[in-house]
């Protein structure tokens, strides 16, 4: 930064000025930036006053004849207030763009007030131009500082929340107290909806799908049974709005469990983990049928075991084809040419196998308890192989 050493007078002359100048920049700053309209009312007014008193006491620090550390440190002091500004500016929930109108702003005002004294103190033109460049040089500085602490406040409030929101996301998951869950979520400030649907996304798609989801949507990735995949919670996708969750994930590689109440979205989570095994996408809801027949695979083999054992003494091939005929004659309700088409036989193989098929199994074919056990030990058949 340029130099334009102003005599002692002007500078006392100026610094006499100061609290005045403050005032009128935090007039103006009220009347033209909005979000600033009740932000200096009380105590936060006379903060910010002092600290414009501050900035303009370390740019006249720049403009004194003094030497030597002693000097450097009122402006220090002004850069490191304008850093802490910004980050307050975070908590207090305004953007940098209020905050870079009100610092051209306080240039202007700032600048109107500090040449008309330095006219007064008979300032030649070549010290003046020198003088207004220093002006708008050290607001720039301050301003770049407020934004550099804008930002890191956001990056930083930004992974407080994000931790927050995990904390409460495995308070969900591990079942934990209702109050234990209710406190995370007062800490993460997040409204608990009615429900909360359970997605399940490749690690790398999770930002890009966040996005496309309701607000407040928890997310975390530190799922040990998930490696490679991130844990969404969708808050209240259910009924019509569950159409909605599936469009947006329609073109991804995602799981979306059903709506549970949403201090039993783990019953969501255990479903759609149990797709994920089985190798499923998508909808859970579509997968109903496997995943009921699935629940339990050691009873479901001992059921095939038990309703199929007229089928161990033949030949693995033509078991198989007897297998495939018998579930086409329980799911097609015996429809033959319907049969024949899902099999994609003739119809007379169709009736030469169900001719075998009854040999086999007897009157056990029209036994309502029996035509039962066989239809949930195929039902899954041709998925499973």
């Known amino acids: 930064m340029g130099s334009a050493l102003l005599p002692p007078a002007t500078v006392a002359a100026i610094r006499g000025e100061l609290a005045a100048v403050a005032d009128d920049v935090v007039d103006q700053i009220i009347r033209e930036v909005p979000p600033y ?3 200096f009312s009380g105590p936060m007014g006379r903060t910010i006053r002092g600290a414009v008193q501050v900035a303009l006491g370390g740019f006249l620090s720049l403009v004194s004849d003094r030497r030597g550390p002693d000097a450097l440190a009122p402006r220090a002091s002004a850069v490191d207030g304008a850093y802490q500004l910004g980050r307050g500016e975070v908590r207090s929930g305004r953007t940098t763009d209020a905050l870079l109108s009100a610092y051209r702003i306080g240039a202007r005002v700032s600048w109107q007030h500090l040449s008309a004294k330095a006219v007064e103190q008979g300032i030649d033109p070549a010290t003046m131009a020198s003088f207004a460049e220093l002006v708008f040089a050290y607001i720039d500085e301050l301003s770049a500082a407020s934004v550099a602490g804008h930002r890191d406040e956001s990056a930083s409030e930004g992974r407080i929340r994000q931790r927050m929101s995990e904390r409460l996301a495995r308070h969900l998951l591990a ?3 209702e109050a234990t869950v209710l406190a995370s979520a007062e800490r993460a400030e997040w409204s608990p909806p009615t429900t909360l649907t359970v997605v399940i996304v490749p690690e790398y798609q999770a930002g890009t799908v966040l996005q496309t989801l309701r607000r407040g949507t928890l997310l975390t990735t530190d799922v040990p049974e998930l490696d490679g995949a991130a844990l969404m919670m969708v808050p209240d996708a259910h009924d019509r709005r569950r159409a ?10 995602a799981l979306v469990g059903p709506a549970r109440p949403w201090l039993d979205v783990r019953a969501s989570y255990d479903r759609a983990l149990r797709a994920r095994a089985l190798g499923l996408s998508g909808d859970t809801e579509l997968h109903l049928p496997r995943l009921v027949l ?7 083999a001992d059921l095939r075991s038990v309703v199929l054992a007229p089928l161990d003494e033949l030949r693995p091939a033509t078991a198989a084809k007897l297998r495939q005929t018998l579930r086409a004659w329980l799911l097609h309700q015996g429809r033959r040419d319907d049969m024949a088409a899902a099999l ?3 119809p ?4 030469y196998r169900m001719t075998q098929l009854r040999d086999l199994f007897g009157d056990r074919l029209d036994d309502p ?3 039962l056990a066989l239809t949930l030990a195929l039902g899954v058949e041709e998925e499973s192989g």
């Open 344 to 346: 994609f036989v003739h």
């Open 244 to 253: 909605t969750l599936l469009r947006a994930v329609r073109d991804r590689d």
């Open 369 to 371: 308890d029996s035509v």
């Open 348 to 351: 007379q193989t169709v009736r």
């Open 175 to 177: 079942g934990a107290p």
């Open 294 to 300: 699935t629940a339990d695979p050691d009873a479901l």
């Open 37 to 39: 309209e009740d932000a």
